[in-house]
């Protein structure tokens, strides 16, 4: 099981947590929301929770608590600009559809 991010989004998380000053990395999770059920949870990760999984790519840890990894097993995170819009996006094989605003997804 892993989660994976490109060399953009683990600049801004790199760049986020420089500017923070402190943390062990950034958790991604899940929580049941929207109009199609899911929706992807970011956090900074002070300190590690029992059950955590830990992945690192390109010298940033990811973070992930058991019940999310069933649901973002195998996702690639990434870090996009369009315009004057900026943020992550999640690019999960579990995902069977979203919502038409892509807050949410279902599985």
């Known amino acids: ?11 801004h998380v ?10 062990i990395g950034i958790r991604v999770g899940v929580k049941t929301t929207g109009c199609s059920g899911m929706a992807y949870v970011l956090e900074f990760v002070d300190k590690l ?8 790519g390109q010298g940033v840890k990811l973070v992930v608590d058991p ?8 996702t690639e995170m990434d870090f ?12 999960n094989p579990n ?11 279902s599985v």
């Open 80 to 91: 996009v600009k369009q315009g004057v819009n900026e943020g992550f996006e999640f690019r």
């Open 67 to 74: 019940k999310s990894l069933l649901y973002i097993d195998g």
């Open 95 to 105: 995902a069977k559809g979203e919502c038409g605003c892509g807050e949410s997804f």
């Open 1 to 11: 099981m892993s989660i994976s991010l490109t060399k953009a989004a683990a600049k």
């Open 49 to 56: 929770e029992v059950g955590d999984s830990v992945f690192e």
């Open 14 to 23: 790199a760049d986020q947590m420089e500017s923070r000053g402190h943390g």
